[in-house]
C-alpha cells in the first residue's frame, strides 16, 4: 500500500536532488531512477560531477527499488545504485562500477556477536528489502539455506527483525565504516526498538549506473563509461571528500 505521505516525499527528494544538477540547456535530458529514500552525502555531488562531465542532465524519478528496476529493464530510463549480478544480466546493460557498497546485518541486541560474516546466517531466517540482490550473494557464496522473508522497504525490515520474525535485517549503506553506518538516517530508530549494527560488514558490492539491454538509452552509459575511465581518481576524491 502506498503511504499517503509517498507523494510528498518522492516530491521533496525530487528537489533536493534537482538543486545539485543544473545541466546545461543543450545537455540531453536523461530519466533517472533513484530510490525514494534520503539520497547520500556523497550520491548527489557525484551524480551533478558526472552530469557535468558527460553532457547530461538528470530528469530524476524517484521510484520505489523494485518498481525502478523494472521500468529502467523496460527500456524507460536509467538507474543508478545497482550491483551486478548474473540474473539481472539478462536483462540490463551495466556500466563501469563508480562506487562501492557495503552490506550490513541488525539484529536484536544481545546477538550480533555470533553474527560476523554470511556464513554465519547459513540457514537462518534474514529479512531485506524487496528487490535487493542479497539472494543472489547468498547463492554465489554457497548459502542457498537461508529462509527470505522479503519487505518493502528497508524500515520494515528492521521492523520485522525487531519483531523476532527473522534472525538479522540486511541494509546495503555506502560507508564501510560501522560507527558511521550505525548514524545513518536509515537505521535512526534501531536502538529505540531494541536492535544494533553488527559491526562487521558483511560484503562489499560494486555499484553500476544501468539501463535496459535493448533500450534507447545505451548511448548513456556508452558516455559514462568513457567519464569513469578517464576520471577514477577524481570519483574516489569525491566521496572521500564528502564524507569528511
Given amino acids: 500500500m502506498t503511504s499517503k505521505h509517498e507523494p510528498g516525499r518522492r516530491q521533496a527528494l525530487a528537489l533536493a536532488l534537482a538543486t545539485v544538477v543544473l545541466p546545461a540547456r ?28 558527460a553532457g547530461l542532465g538528470w530528469d530524476y524519478r ?7 528496476q523494472k521500468l529502467t529493464a523496460a527500456g524507460e530510463g536509467v538507474m543508478y545504485g545497482l550491483s551486478r549480478t548474473p540474473r539481472r544480466e539478462k536483462e540490463l546493460l551495466f556500466s563501469l562500477p563508480i562506487w562501492t557498497n557495503h552490506t550490513w546485518a541488525v539484529v536484536r541486541r544481545g546477538e550480533e556477536a555470533s553474527i560476523r560474516r554470511y556464513g554465519d546466517l547459513d540457514g537462518q531466517a534474514v529479512c531485506w528489502a ?12 554457497g548459502l542457498g539455506r537461508m529462509k527470505a522473508l522479503e519487505a518493502n522497504d528497508d524500515d520494515t525490515a528492521l521492523r520485522m527483525a525487531a519483531a523476532g520474525r527473522c534472525r538479522a535485517a540486511l ?17 535512526a530508530g534501531m536502538q529505540g526498538r531494541g536492535l544494533v549494527l553488527v559491526p562487521v560488514a558483511m560484503t562489499t558490492t560494486s555499484l553500476h549506473f544501468a539501463t535496459g539491454l535493448n533500450s534507447h538509452w545505451t548511448w548513456v552509459i556508452d558516455r559514462i563509461d568513457r567519464v569513469v575511465a578517464r576520471s577514477r581518481t577524481e570519483l574516489d576524491r569525491l566521496r572521500l571528500s564528502a564524507a569528511e
Avoid at 548527489?44 to 560531477?49: G, I, K, Y
Avoid at 524487496?130 to 557464496?141: I, K, M, P, T
Fill in 171 to 187: 541494509i546495503t549503506l555506502e560507508t564501510g565504516d560501522a560507527t558511521l553506518a550505525a548514524r545513518h538516517p536509515a537505521l
Fill in 26 to 53: 543543450a545537455a540531453p535530458l536523461v530519466p533517472l531512477f533513484v530510490g525514494t529514500g534520503p539520497p547520500s552525502d556523497q550520491t548527489p555531488q557525484m551524480l551533478a560531477w558526472l552530469a557535468t562531465q
Fill in 62 to 68: 524517484p521510484t520505489p527499488w523494485l518498481r525502478a
Fill in 130 to 141: 524487496r528487490g535487493s540482490s542479497y539472494g543472489e550473494l547468498f547463492s554465489q557464496a
